[in-house]
């Protein structure tokens, strides 16, 4: 099974990239952002549960997020692999992840990360909330928390998958075209 786990700052264009990829490596795309705004569309009760954390832009707390994330690779069980977007984003999530796959008798393969300064990130991302209406995506103070809970909580995973060697750094400036480029190189090899 090809695991990749799509990392990088919230506006790097992980979405973005994971549509493209998943078509090309016939990998299942999760993003933990999508089902949980699915939720909120749906008014379920895990939607009600993550919508106060979401439009603060504070991250969902972890067992709500882990056991959800669990049940989306479940549902998928003829999966050939899986591209993970928005997950892990805490050191507790990396962990569960990790057992949860080690359980299927799989592993993660990489975490391929998007690099894209923050005055970029900021740019695109105001950007989106005029164009999807994502509330999140249209407050700037929403947005730097945003920042904020991924310097404090996900960004220490780069080192997590750093020690395993499974961290790989992708150049995320450029077009959507030059990127998936230099995606694809890498998850050749994983
Ligand atoms: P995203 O679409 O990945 O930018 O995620 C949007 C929001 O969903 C985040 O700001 C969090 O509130 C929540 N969220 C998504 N994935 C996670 C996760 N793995 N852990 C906690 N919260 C998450």
């Not at 990790?98 to 008798?105: A, C, G, Q, T």
């Not at 970029?120 to 947005?143: C, T």
Request: cysteine-free; hydrophobic content about 35%; overall charge negative.
């Amino acid at each position: 099974m090809k695991n990749i786990v799509l990392f990088g700052p919230p506006g790097a264009g992980k979405g973005t990239q994971a549509e493209l990829l998943k078509n090309k490596y016939k990998l299942v795309h999760i993003s933990t952002g999508d089902v949980f705004r699915y939720n909120i569309k749906n008014e379920t009760e895990l939607g009600k549960l993550a919508k106060s954390y979401m439009d603060n832009g504070d991250l969902v707390p972890d067992e709500v997020t882990i056991n959800m994330l669990k049940a989306e690779v479940e549902n998928n069980s003829d999966a050939k692999g899986f591209i993970f977007d928005g997950f892990p984003r805490t050191k507790s999530q990396a962990v569960a992840l990790d057992h949860f796959l080690v359980e299927k008798n799989s592993s993660i393969s990489g975490m391929v990360a998007l690099e894209v300064p923050e005055n970029i990130l900021l740019e695109r991302l105001l950007n989106r909330g005029k164009i999807s209406g994502r509330p999140d995506d249209q407050d700037e103070s929403k947005i730097r928390n945003r920042f904020n809970e991924y310097q404090t909580k996900t960004a220490v995973l780069q080192e997590f998958y750093q020690q395993q060697n499974k961290y790989f750094g992708v150049d995320g400036v450029g077009s959507i075209e030059e990127i998936t480029k230099r995606l694809q190189e890498v998850f050749d090899k994983l």
